[in-house]
């Protein structure tokens, strides 16, 4: 997968903020009815729009016509996750780098709410795409916010969900996921777990201000391109708290928090949603990466040890459930 270094010159030496955040996520559900009442009634999102098994969904100040596609499917599991790139030279240096990757898929004329992208995968499988030209949300009636600087009107509805944050992958080879995502898509290393015996067991990257957009996480099980959680932002701790209210309100299966993370120091609710996926309500709180020179914080095998910055011991599940469940 190394690159030549003709391509390295002619994309401009792989330029970190070619992308510009993480856009959508395609999440599979076995139950998409149960799976659409979820995330509308309980965690408050919108119906942007519907095309054959899939149902398009954006937080209420999501700027996009989407961030999250439900289709149905026999079994839980990734779909496809998308990132925007910053403008459309940018998109085209990322497909020439993507190119000689050896693991690029081709384009697409673009899904519900976007143009056309640029598909291609991890080398664990996940499969990916980039684009550039998209829809912009245009309020109803019904959504038009009072300050014409928020997407829409904050909807009162559940957890309130306000943006999509960042989504946590599961692989077979961190280091190898990791690189690709540097090398190929530009992103930048902010915190890392690695082992004493040197195996990499996690690595958060970023393409923005934010301090992560994707994290990737050692598959304890040995497969390959899982997910294990996608995750929406909230204002504060205090609306953390009332999605578990929520939740519980509702019969969610709460699966831990909420705690407070020690990386990244996110305060977290997890749940699964009904179709079997986990999902994250979050409050990364005001941590923003604004040094330019920023080195990655590594975090060792003992650290790791000690678990969440506070809260509960880290159930086991965590460590080993992901989507696609992996068969007994």
């Known amino acids: 997968m190394e690159a030549p270094s003709e391509l390295r010159e002619a994309v401009g030496g792989w330029p ?25 009634e309980v965690m408050g999102m919108s119906i942007s729009g519907q095309e054959g098994d899939s149902f398009y969904l954006r937080a209420w100040d999501d700027y996009e016509f989407h961030t999250l596609k439900l289709t149905g499917g026999r079994k839980p599991a990734l779909g496809h996750f ?3 790139a910053k403008d459309a030279a940018a998109l085209a240096r990322r497909v020439k780098a993507l190119e000689a990757s050896g693991l690029g898929e081709g384009w697409t004329e673009g899904d ?64 190898a996921v990791r690189i690709f995502m540097e090398r190929y898509l530009g992103m930048k290393l902010t915190e ?20 992560y957009d994707v994290a990737i996480t050692k598959d304890h099980l040995g497969a390959r391109g899982r997910l294990h959680h996608f995750t929406y932002a909230v204002d504060s701790r205090e609306e953390v708290l009332r999605a578990a209210d929520i939740c519980l309100e509702h019969g969610v299966f709460i699966e831990t928090g909420p705690h407070k993370h020690a990386i990244q120091q996110t305060f977290f609710l997890y749940v699964y949603e009904p179709g079997g996926c986990r999902f994250e309500v979050a409050s990364p709180g005001a941590r923003l990466l604004l040094a330019p020179d920023w080195k990655p914080i590594v975090w060792n095998e003992e650290e790791r040890k000690k678990g969440q910055a ?18 007994e």
């Not at 890392?192 to 301090?211: M, P, R, Y």
């Not at 506070?310 to 068969?327: A, I």
Request: aromatic share 12%.
């Open 82 to 84: 998308a990132f925007r």
């Open 192 to 211: 890392q777990i690695v082992f004493s015996d040197g195996s990499e067991q996690g690595a958060w990257l970023t393409c923005n201000n934010k301090t």
């Open 16 to 40: 970190y903020g070619d992308l510009a955040h993480l856009a959508h996520v395609e999440l599979i559900t076995p139950r998409l009815e149960e799976s659409l009442r979820f995330f509308t």
């Open 112 to 175: 519900l709410g976007h143009g056309p992208a640029y598909r291609f995968r991890t080398p664990d499988g996940h499969l990916m795409e980039i684009y550039y030209e998209t829809v912009w949300y245009k309020p109803t009636e019904e959504t038009r916010p009072a300050l014409k600087n928020q997407a829409s009107r904050f909807p009162a509805r559940g957890a309130n969900l306000r943006r999509l944050d960042h989504i946590n992958l599961l692989a077979s080879d961190v280091t």
């Open 310 to 327: 506070w809260g509960l011991k880290t159930v086991e599940s965590f460590h080993t459930y992901g989507v696609p469940p992996v068969e």
